[in-house]
C-alpha cells in the first residue's frame, strides 16, 4: 500500500520560510513523480509543484516561481517543499500526490495522496 506522509507546516510570519516534507513508502516504483498541492478555506484544489523521482524535472506554478523550490531525497524517499517569501495567500491546507511511471506534470490527475499539512501565514 502505498503511504504519503506530509509534515513541516506551521504558523508563520509574511516574509517567513518553512519546508514541507513529503515521506513516501509501500512501492516500487522504478519512475514517478511527487506533486505538491494546496487547497485554501472555501477554494478549489490548486497544483503547486512537481517534480520526477530522478531529478530530471521540476514545475511551478507562476505565483510561486522564484519562492518555492521542490527537491526529492531518494535515498530517504522523501520529497520536500522549501518556501521562501511566504505570503498570506499562500495559506493552506498542502498536500503531497503521487503518480507513478510518469514524469512530473502539474497538469495531470495523481492516485496517491497524502492526509495534509496546514500552512498559516499572518499578516
Known amino acids: 500500500e502505498v503511504q504519503l506522509v506530509e509534515s513541516g507546516g506551521g504558523l508563520v510570519q509574511t516574509g517567513g520560510s518553512l519546508r514541507l516534507s513529503c515521506v513516501v513508502s509501500g512501492f516500487i516504483f522504478v519512475d514517478y513523480a511527487i506533486g505538491w498541492f494546496r487547497q485554501a478555506p472555501g477554494q478549489g484544489r490548486e497544483a503547486v509543484s512537481c517534480i520526477t523521482n530522478d531529478d530530471s524535472n521540476a514545475e511551478y506554478t507562476d505565483s510561486v516561481k522564484g519562492r518555492f523550490t521542490i527537491s526529492v531525497d531518494n535515498a530517504k524517499n522523501t520529497v520536500y517543499l522549501h518556501m521562501n517569501s511566504l505570503k498570506p495567500e499562500d495559506t493552506a491546507v498542502y498536500y503531497c500526490?503521487?503518480?507513478?511511471?510518469?514524469?512530473?506534470?502539474?497538469?495531470?490527475?495523481?492516485?496517491?495522496w497524502g492526509q495534509g499539512t496546514q500552512v498559516t501565514v499572518s499578516s
Open positions: 500526490a503521487l503518480e507513478p511511471y510518469t514524469k512530473c506534470s502539474l497538469h495531470i490527475a495523481y492516485d496517491y
